[in-house]
């Protein structure tokens, strides 16, 4: 059974930084594809790509947090990174990560997302 452990997050005053990490524990072969993806407030709200990471390294980010967010990841420990400078309160929202986890005995991926992190930035 894969599952992806958040830990992160909390309240900051506008112009703070916050680090956000995920872990995927379990019988795990091999991850792809990291990423986090947020939720605003509403109920109507989709979820959106902030960032992702591919397994070679290539990053990718929503025009939003280009330049303030930052994505890493470690191969060795299945963790996933985001580091978030420069928050401002439309950066509100629930935050969940992402992987696309190849499980021992499995031949395909799966996706799994963890069980979301709250991120709340007041001014």
């Known amino acids: 059974q894969v599952q992806l452990v958040e830990s992160g997050g909390g309240s900051v005053q506008a112009g703070g930084s916050l680090d956000l990490s995920c872990v995927a524990t379990?019988?795990?072969?091999?991850?792809?594809?990291m990423g986090w993806y947020r939720q605003a407030p509403g109920q109507q709200r989709e979820r959106e790509l902030v960032?992702?990471?591919?397994?070679?390294?290539?990053?990718n980010y929503h025009d939003s947090v280009k330049g303030r967010f930052s994505i890493s990841r470690d191969n060795v420990l299945n963790i996933v990174y985001l580091r978030m400078n420069s928050l401002k309160p439309e950066d509100t929202g629930v935050y969940y990560c992402?992987?696309?986890?190849?499980?021992?005995?499995?031949?395909?991926?799966?996706?799994?997302w963890g069980q979301g992190t709250q991120v709340t930035v007041f001014s």
């Open positions: 960032a992702q990471i591919t397994r070679g390294a290539v990053e």
């Open positions: 992402t992987m696309d986890v190849q499980a021992t005995g499995r031949e395909t991926y799966g996706t799994y």
């Open positions: 379990g019988s795990i072969l091999r991850v792809q594809t």
